[in-house]
């Protein structure tokens, strides 16, 4: 079974930075799109950023700028860092794949990992 686990989560004042990580159990070198979602308490889940394989990138229009996600499929492993972070930016983050990872198909979720930005 294909797991996605994030790290990197944490407290940190406005103005502020985070690398956030999400590591894949498995190949993420095949066809597949990797995302970040956030959600904050009382919200529905929102769409934040999105890699696909070829390294193509789109971005929740809030945190255009400020955030950029990345991929390195030697560590299968999709990063989003974070900077300029704002209090509206708190929320459970979570990682996203739907594609190929080695030889299975999979559209899954990581468990989510809490970024909180004070003011």
């Known amino acids: 079974q294909v797991r996605l686990v994030e790290s990197g989560g944490g407290l940190v004042q406005a103005g502020g930075s985070l690398r956030l990580s999400c590591a894949v159990s498995g190949s993420i070198s095949g066809g597949n799109v990797m995302d970040w979602y956030r959600q904050a308490p009382g919200k529905q889940r929102e769409l934040v950023a999105t890699?696909?394989?070829?390294?193509?990138?789109n971005y929740k229009e809030s945190v255009e700028g400020r955030f950029t996600i990345s991929r390195d499929n030697a560590k299968n492993t999709v990063y989003l860092q974070m900077n300029s972070l704002k209090p509206e930016d708190t929320a459970a983050y979570y990682c996203h794949l739907r594609g190929w990872v080695g030889r299975q198909w999979i559209d899954d979720w990581g468990q989510g990992t809490q970024v909180t930005v004070s003011s």
């Open positions: 890699i696909t394989s070829g390294g193509s990138s």
